[in-house]
């Protein structure tokens, strides 16, 4: 089955993301230093059929690439040559550390775990990568409270009236 890969670049570490084979979720796989993230990426792509790489790309505000965009086009131009069959794609990485964060917490991992950048890494290129699997699928990124039953969404008293 194919696997998208999702990638974080960063000048000294790389999250790497993977997705399950019918391309629905995305799980944070594992860091890798930057240096040796081409030699991961074909230990992996021998193991499993990797269908498409799905790179972050760093923005400002205005949606300008921002100054670590060079060192992704960099990665991009090692990342063709290593697979010239395997489509890239590139993903709005702006707000992933942030939102990679606030899942740590909402997930209950502690102050000092939060700490370890290789963790927000692997979790924001899943973040990257879901983003792009929910934009592709047309999908929506968050829980529409209107899809919700009623049953599930208002909480029933003792006497089974409800709240």
Same mark, same amino acid.
């Given at each position: 089955?194919? &696997? $998208? %890969?999702? %990638?974080?670049?960063?000048?000294? &570490?790389?999250?790497? !993301?993977?997705?399950?084979?019918?391309? %629905?979720?995305?799980?944070?796989?594992?860091?890798?230093?930057? /240096?040796?993230? $081409?030699?991961?990426?074909?230990?992996?792509?021998?193991?499993?059929?990797? @269908?498409?790489?799905?790179? +972050?790309?760093?923005?400002?505000? #205005?949606? !300008?690439?921002? *100054? /670590?965009?060079? #060192?992704?086009?960099?990665?991009?131009?090692?990342?063709?040559?290593?697979?010239?069959? =395997?489509?890239?794609?590139?993903?709005?990485?702006?707000?992933?550390?942030?939102?990679?964060? &606030?899942?740590?917490?909402? +997930? +209950?991992?502690?102050?000092?775990?939060?700490?370890?950048? *290789?963790?927000?890494?692997?979790? @924001?290129?899943? =973040?990257?990568?879901?983003?792009?699997? #929910?934009?592709?699928?047309?999908? &929506?990124?968050?829980?529409?409270?209107?899809?919700?039953?009623?049953?599930?969404? %208002?909480?029933?008293?003792?006497?089974?009236?409800?709240?």
């Amino acid at each position: 089955m194919d &696997r $998208i %890969i999702g %990638i974080d670049y960063g000048r000294k &570490r790389v999250g790497v !993301a993977v997705s399950d084979p019918l391309g %629905i979720f995305a799980s944070a796989l594992e860091t890798v230093q930057a /240096a040796k993230i $081409i030699e991961y990426l074909k230990s992996y792509s021998e193991k499993e059929h990797v @269908s498409r790489f799905v790179v +972050g790309m760093p923005r400002n505000m #205005d949606g !300008a690439p921002s *100054e /670590a965009a060079k #060192d992704v086009e960099v990665f991009l131009k090692q990342l063709a040559k290593a697979f010239p069959d =395997i489509p890239v794609t590139l993903e709005d990485e702006r707000f992933t550390s942030v939102l990679a964060h &606030r899942a740590m917490i909402d +997930g +209950g991992m502690k102050a000092s775990a939060r700490k370890d950048k *290789e963790s927000v890494d692997k979790i @924001s290129a899943a =973040i990257i990568l879901q983003s792009y699997m #929910d934009r592709i699928s047309g999908s &929506r990124s968050t829980l529409d409270p209107t899809l919700v039953p009623d049953s599930l969404s %208002i909480k029933s008293s003792r006497t089974g009236r409800r709240k």
